[in-house]
Nanobody, 125 residues
C-alpha cells in the first residue's frame, strides 16, 4: 500500500480542516487505517483509526468529539475531518495502514507498516 496525505495548511483556532489520504494497492479495502500526528520535539501521537469497512472508529482522547475519520473504499481514500481546532493540534499529520498482525491493537504506531509522507497542520491562536 502506498499512501499520500494532503490537505494541511494554516488555519485559525476554532476553524476546521479536512485531511485526505489517497491509497494505492489492492489491499486497501481490507486494511484498517490510522491517523497519527507529531509535533516538534514530541513523540508521534495516535489520533484516530477506522476499520476496513468503516463501521468502527476510535479516537485519541485529545481529539475525541472534534475529529472524525471516514473512508471510501471505492475511492481508496481516508479522510480526517478536524473541527474546533486548537493551537495544540499543530503537528505533522500522517496516515498509516495497519499491518493486520494484531487487529485489536491499533493505538501504537508499531502496528502500522505503511506510512504516508505527512502533511503539516498549523493552527494559529
Amino acid at each position: 500500500v502506498q499512501l499520500q496525505a494532503s490537505g494541511g495548511g494554516l488555519v485559525q483556532a476554532g476553524g476546521s480542516m479536512r485531511l485526505s489520504c489517497a491509497a494505492s494497492g489492492r489491499t486497501f479495502s481490507s486494511t484498517a487505517m490510522g491517523w497519527f500526528r507529531q509535533a516538534p520535539g514530541k513523540e508521534r501521537e495516535f489520533v484516530a483509526m477506522i476499520n476496513w469497512s468503516g463501521t468502527y472508529t476510535y479516537y485519541g482522547d485529545s481529539v475525541k468529539g472534534r475529529f472524525t475519520v471516514s473512508r471510501d473504499n471505492a475511492e481508496n481514500t481516508v479522510w480526517l475531518q478536524m473541527n474546533s481546532l486548537k493551537p495544540e493540534d499543530t503537528a505533522v499529520y500522517y496516515c498509516a495502514a495497519h499491518s493486520g498482525v494484531n487487529p485489536t491493537r491499533f493505538v501504537s504506531a508499531y502496528e502500522y507498516n505503511y506510512w504516508g509522507q505527512g502533511t503539516l497542520v498549523t493552527v494559529s491562536s
